[in-house]
């Protein structure tokens, strides 16, 4: 079945620096969405991503999914402390498939 | 203050106990999932319906038995349990139709530990 790996699985940043997650398919996706979830709460939806090549920018935040439309990653520009969380990525039919997610540690 | 709303938020049951978890949305969605989130892997789908018929059900155990009784309401009920079945039991709800995949709006959640 389709697989969705996510790497890094941990980063630890210092506020202010970048951050980087990638996220693979094992079988091209029609589209993919990413979450965030905070220590504690659930998933929430941050961005739906569906034509080859697209990169859309979120404010701190900027989304790109890959021209084959298996990979895409999210990249945090300046890190600050409520980034705080784990960013899945998901993808599929009839209820989406997801990455282990990435979490995302911050020091001060 | 999530649109979708699971009861309860914490439950300790016995292996030899029956138990059901509810969720309930309240944004008119036609699309409703369990997941399973256990530490260190991946959100898991159990079960999928959409308008109120049961479309991908991921070989779950017998021992989880969903209910859809309306697009609003969904149930995951619960017996004979193992002690490795204790995870965070997440509910989301969703559109459906179009040609992508709608957003999924996710509860609390339910923090199920089987002793």
């Known amino acids: 079945g389709q697989q969705v790996m996510q790497i890094p699985q941990y980063q630890h940043v210092q506020e202010g620096e970048d951050f980087t997650t990638y996220c693979n398919s094992s079988t091209t996706l029609s589209n993919i969405q990413w979450y965030k979830q905070r220590p504690g709460g659930h998933p929430v939806f941050l961005i739906q991503?569906?034509?080859?090549?697209e990169v859309k920018k979120q404010k701190r935040l900027t989304f790109q999914f890959g021209e084959a439309k298996k990979n895409s990653s999210l990249h945090i520009t300046a890190t600050q402390t409520t980034d705080v969380g784990t960013y899945f990525c998901g993808g599929g039919a009839d209820g989406l498939t997801f990455g282990k997610g990435t979490h995302l540690i911050i020091q001060p | 203050e999530t649109g979708v709303t699971q009861t309860p938020r914490h439950l300790v049951m016995g292996m030899t106990n029956k138990k059901s978890l509810k969720c309930e949305q309240h944004l008119g969605h036609n699309a409703m999932y369990w997941y399973k989130q256990s530490a260190k892997k991946p959100l898991e789908l159990m079960f999928v319906y959409s308008l109120e018929e049961r479309v991908e059900n991921n070989s779950v155990p017998s021992r989880f038995s969903p209910e859809c009784p309306n697009s609003s309401h969904l149930f995951l009920h619960l017996h004979t349990l193992q002690p490795e079945d204790s995870a965070l039991y997440l509910c989301?709800?969703?559109?459906?139709?179009?040609?992508?995949?709608?957003?999924?709006?996710f509860g609390n959640g339910t923090r199920l530990t089987v002793t």
């Open positions: 991503l569906v034509k080859s090549g």
């Open positions: 989301a709800s969703s559109r459906t139709g179009g040609s992508y995949n709608s957003p999924l709006h």
